[in-house]
C-alpha cells in the first residue's frame, strides 16, 4: 500500500469541496493500492477543527505546521492573494504544489511566482478543472482526430445563477478574470491555438453593488485566434434558469455542444419540443463535480510521479494573459492584443 498524504491550506467553499473529495478518494484509490491521508489548515480555526473532525483529517495549527508535518503534496484552496506566498512556500519545501486558478490576480503578479518555480524546479499544477470534463474531454478528441473539420467558429458560455457575495466581487479581479478565465483555458486546450486579440463589452442591470465595486454582472468578449479562427466568450452572473457551461464547436464536417444535455439551463421556443427536461445545475460544484474528482485524482497521480502535470502554471498564466486583456479591452473600449499585455508585464 503506497500512502500518500495531502496537505490542505483553506477550508472556505472550494476547500472544503476538495477535502471532501479528498476523503472520497481514499476510498476509490484503496483499491489500487494507494492509501490517501487528509491534514489541513485554515486561518478560521474552529471552523477548521470541525470539518477535518467530520472528515476523520488531522488539523494543524499553520501552513508552516502542515508542510513541517510531512505531507507529500500541498493543496492550496485560499483566496487568490495569498496563491503566490503560498505556491512559494511548496515549491521551497520541495513537494508538489495544487492551486486553485489563478496563479495571482495578474499577469504582472504572476510572472515572478512562474520564475521561482521554474528556478526551484518546482512541480504544481493549477485547477482548471474543466480539463477533466468528460464532454469537454470528448469535443477535444473530436477535434483533433480531425472529425470536426476545420473550424470556423466557437462560443463558450459561463452563466451563474446569481451572484457571489459583493465583498467576493470586490476582490476578484473581475468577471472576465473570475469566471471567463476557465473559458480562455480551455479553448487554447481544446484547440492547440493561441488567442491573439480581444475586443470586450459588458454591462450591469442587476444589483447596483457590483457596478459600485468596478464590476459588470455581464460580460462578451470576441477573440481571435491566432490562426484568423473567431469566438465568443460570455458570461453572467443572473443566469435564474440555472447554472449554465457550454461550449459550441462549428466544424466543416460536424458541429459539437459541450454541456448541452438535460440539465442544460435552457428551452426550446419550438412546438413540441420537451428538451432540455431534466432539473438544471445550481451551482459550478454540481455541474464540474465528476470533474473536480478527477482533477485531485489527477494531483494524486502527479504526486506519486505517475503522470504529467495536466495543467502547468504556464498554462495558467497564459489564460490569465487572455482575461488581462480582456479586463482592459472592457475599461478602454477598444480592442487589445494580448501580447502586449504580457510584454507590459514583463
Known amino acids: 500500500m503506497k500512502d500518500v498524504v495531502l496537505g490542505l491550506v483553506g477550508v472556505g467553499r472550494i476547500g472544503v469541496m476538495h477535502a471532501s473529495n479528498i ?22 480555526e474552529d471552523h477548521a477543527r470541525k470539518v477535518s473532525a467530520g472528515l476523520g483529517a488531522q488539523f494543524l495549527p499553520s501552513v508552516e505546521a502542515l508542510i513541517a508535518s510531512g505531507v507529500d503534496g500541498l493543496v492550496i484552496a485560499t483566496g487568490t492573494g ?10 521551497d519545501a520541495g513537494i508538489p504544489v495544487f492551486c486553485e486558478k489563478p496563479v495571482a490576480m495578474n499577469v504582472a503578479d504572476s510572472l515572478p511566482v512562474l520564475e521561482h518555480i521554474r528556478a526551484h524546479n518546482g512541480v504544481v499544477q493549477i485547477g482548471h478543472q474543466r480539463r477533466f470534463d468528460a464532454g469537454y474531454l470528448e469535443a477535444r478528441r473530436a477535434y483533433q482526430a480531425g472529425e470536426l473539420g476545420w473550424i470556423h467558429s466557437l462560443r463558450a458560455v459561463t452563466c451563474d445563477m446569481a451572484p457571489p457575495p459583493v465583498e467576493f466581487l470586490a476582490t476578484s479581479g473581475g468577471l472576465f478574470r473570475d469566471c471567463s478565465v476557465h473559458d480562455f483555458d480551455i479553448l487554447r486546450w481544446l484547440t492547440g491555438r493561441e488567442i491573439v486579440e480581444v475586443y470586450a463589452k459588458g454591462s450591469n442591470n442587476g444589483d447596483p453593488a457590483i457596478g459600485e465595486v468596478g464590476d459588470v454582472d455581464t460580460a462578451l468578449a470576441l477573440i481571435t485566434f491566432d490562426d484568423g479562427t473567431v469566438g465568443t466568450v460570455s458570461a453572467t452572473r443572473y443566469n435564474g434558469a440555472g447554472h449554465d457551461v457550454r461550449l459550441e464547436i462549428q466544424g466543416s464536417k ?4 459541450v454541456g448541452l444535455d438535460d440539465k442544460t439551463a435552457m428551452e426550446s421556443a419550438e412546438a413540441g419540443i420537451a428538451f432540455p427536461s431534466g432539473e438544471p445545475h445550481k451551482t459550478f460544484a454540481e455541474r464540474f463535480d465528476q470533474a473536480y474528482r478527477s482533477e485531485m485524482a489527477a494531483f494524486v497521480e502527479l504526486v506519486l510521479g505517475q503522470r504529467e502535470n ?9 489564460a490569465s494573459r487572455v ?20 510584454a507590459k508585464a514583463s
Open 23 to 44: 476523503a472520497a478518494l481514499n476510498g476509490e484509490l484503496n483499491g489500487q493500492g494507494i492509501n490517501v491521508e487528509l491534514r489541513l489548515t485554515d486561518v478560521a
Open 82 to 91: 495569498t496563491h503566490p506566498e503560498l505556491i512559494r512556500a511548496g515549491v
Open 254 to 257: 460536424r458541429s459539437v455542444m
Open 310 to 318: 495536466p495543467c502547468t502554471p504556464e498554462d495558467a498564466v497564459a
Open 323 to 342: 482575461a488581462d486583456a480582456a479586463q482592459e479591452s472592457l475599461a478602454s473600449g477598444v480592442p487589445v492584443r494580448v501580447a502586449l499585455v504580457g
